[in-house]
T-cell receptor, first 112, second 117 residues
Framework: SQKIEQNSEALNIQEGKTATLTCNYT??????LQWYRQDPGRGPVFLLLIRENEKEKRKERLKVTFDTTLKQSLFHITASQPADSATYLCAPANQAGTALIFGKGTTLSVSS | GAVVSQHPSWVICKSGTSVKIECRSLDFQATTMFWYRQFPKQSLMLMATSNEGSKATYEQGVEKDKFLINHASLTLSTLTVTSAHPEDSSFYIC?????????????FGQGTRLTVV
């Protein structure tokens, strides 16, 4: 069955450093992959989408890579800030319109 | 950006009663919406797919008679938790997809915290 693994449940870093979160998937060949941010008690918020033919995507301080050979996506937040503290979820997907299946997420804590 | 509104954001109900949760896409039409449930420190688990004008499709292990879904219009889906029990206490989130070329961007509601006492 399809499996999505995010590197660790919790990641603690200092303000100003780069946070790197990992998403691995197995038994799956996604056409694209999305990253979401979820704050406690709130629904996920879309951050970035990367397609299988794209190696890298950037948006402000965020960068996502997608390696279909390794079956892995990396999510980077540069110059991290305490406000970046949240849970980040990855969701590989294959078909437009279908429900997203999420990994457990990585909870990032950025200390000042 | 697109907005999905979910209501109520929290509700406390007595065991045995029913609770209705609404999910609206405010600025786009959604023929399909998805309902998720999330327990503390767990991932979002897909419960069912709500289809406008037809029956919802439920994931394995989700009781369709307990979690009634109605997709009455292109902008509204409702989830009714019937005869709620304390084990139904959870965070329920709806999602409406909007197609972006070959990909789909999912927009989520704010979530509903249900507590059954």
């Amino acid at each position: 069955s399809q499996k999505i693994e995010q590197n660790s449940e919790a990641l603690n870093i200092q303000e100003g450093k780069t946070a790197t979160l990992t998403c691995n998937y197995t038994n799956y060949s996604p056409a694209y992959l999305q990253w979401y941010r979820q704050d406690p008690g709130r629904g996920p918020v879309f951050l970035l989408l990367i397609r299988e033919n794209e190696k890298e995507k950037r948006k402000e301080r965020l960068k996502v890579t997608f390696d279909t050979t390794l079956k892995q996506s990396l999510f980077h937040i540069t110059a991290s800030q305490p406000a970046d503290s949240a849970t980040y979820l990855c969701a590989p997907a294959n078909q437009a319109g279908t429900a997203l299946i999420f990994g457990k997420g990585t909870t990032l804590s950025v200390s000042s | 950006g697109a907005v999905v509104s979910q209501h109520p954001s929290w509700v406390i109900c007595k065991s045995g009663t029913s609770v209705k949760i609404e999910c609206r896409s405010l600025d786009f039409q959604a023929t399909t919406m998805f309902w998720y449930r999330q327990f503390p420190k767990q991932s979002l688990m897909l419960m069912a797919t709500s289809n406008e004008g037809s029956k919802a499709t439920y994931e394995q292990g989700v009781e369709k008679d307990k979690f009634l879904i109605n997709h009455a219009s292109l902008t509204l889906s409702t989830l009714t938790v019937t005869s709620a029990h304390p084990e139904d206490s959870s965070f329920y989130i709806c999602s409406a997809p909007r197609r972006q070329g070959v990909a789909t961007e999912a927009f989520f509601g704010q979530g509903t915290r249900l507590t059954v006492v």
